[in-house]
Nanobody, 124 residues
């Protein structure tokens, strides 16, 4: 059984940093992509960052503040979030894709597995 488990969420103040981690079990995704998405209340699930094994990609809203990293040996993907803003408040989800075929990695539809999400709340 494949599982993605996120950790590291919490309540922080604007300008603070937070590091999210996602651990995959049940299979490896060494050839595929692992990504982070987020969903604020009443909004759609939005792309944050992806590490597909090729070029890393970030949403414009987090570029320069967030950094995605992967540890292939541990089968994990992390998201370092710096200079957090109020608008970063959301539930953050880890996602994984098995196929190595190139695709639109910013679309949540292309991912095969999802974590349960971890809440990040940024206060003023």
């Amino acid at each position: 059984q494949v599982q993605l488990v996120e950790s590291g969420g919490g309540l922080v103040q604007a300008g603070d940093s937070l590091r999210l981690s996602c651990a995959a079990s049940g299979r490896t995704f060494s050839g595929g992509a692992m990504a982070w998405f987020r969903q604020a209340p009443g909004k759609e699930r939005d792309f944050v960052a992806v590490w597909p094994g090729g070029i890393i990609d970030y949403a414009d809203s987090v570029k320069g503040r967030f950094t995605i990293s992967r540890d292939y040996a541990k089968n994990t993907v992390d998201l370092q979030m710096n200079s957090l803003k109020l608008e970063d408040t959301a539930v953050y989800y880890c996602a994984a894709r098995v196929s190595t075929a190139y695709t639109n990695y910013r679309s949540p539809r292309v991912y095969d597995y999802w974590g349960q999400g971890t809440q990040v709340t940024v206060s003023s």
